[in-house]
């Protein structure tokens, strides 16, 4: 019995070595020799740079719209001669395009497209108002007008529903 006792201490002390050893040894770094630098993240509607404050922000928009299960990416920017806020230019899904327009409040974006058509946001009588193709459809909340394009019917339901399901809003506070 005391030759198995003292096999065994002498493994349990080797293992407690074995875990215990290297403990004062900088952790191991690529073969450069260097640990890589940190790679910034895209801001998120958490970070103070994406304020929620009832108002609509590319963060946001482009938050809502990976939540609702469509990959986002920007394209480019619009200038459309009806509207003096220029577009920001997404692809949504694999097809289809949207565009974004940002105005400080609402009644801003009220006031830049009273003279358009609603549902399309061109000029009475024309079908496609200087857009990059005919609108499907418009969606406003608060202060953001987006314009779908080549959307299909679940992917404008999607969309609609991720926008008019209101700004991101701050904490509310609790009554005491």
């Known amino acids: 019995m005391p030759r198995v006792r003292g096999a065994f201490c ?3 002390a080797l293992l407690v070595a074995a875990a215990c050893g290297g403990a004062d040894r900088p952790p191991s770094t690529s073969a450069g020799g ?3 630098p940190p790679v910034p993240r895209p801001v998120t509607p958490s970070d103070s740079a994406c304020p929620r404050d009832g108002l609509w ?8 719209i990976n939540k609702a299960g469509m990959g986002i990416k920007v394209l480019d920017t619009l200038r459309v001669a009806t509207v003096d806020q220029p577009a920001i230019h997404y692809r949504i899904g694999k ?3 949207l565009a974004a327009l940002f105005f400080p409040d609402s009644a801003a974006g009220q006031a830049a497209t009273v003279a358009l058509d609603p ?4 000029p009475p009588g024309d079908t496609l108002g200087g857009w990059p193709a ?3 459809e418009v969606v406003r909340s608060a202060n953001l007008i987006a314009v779908l394009f080549g959307v299909s019917e679940t992917q404008a339901e999607r969309v609609r529903l991720a926008i ?4 991101p809003q701050g904490a509310s506070s609790k009554a005491p």
Do not use: K, Y
Not at 57 to 64: A, G, K, M, P
Not at 119 to 122: A, S
């Open 10 to 12: 002498w493994w349990a």
């Open 34 to 36: 260097s640990a890589l």
């Open 57 to 64: 922000r590319v963060c946001h928009l482009e938050d809502r």
């Open 95 to 97: 097809t289809a395009t």
């Open 119 to 122: 549902r399309t946001l061109t």
């Open 134 to 136: 005919r609108p499907v």
């Open 164 to 167: 008019t399901a209101g700004a």
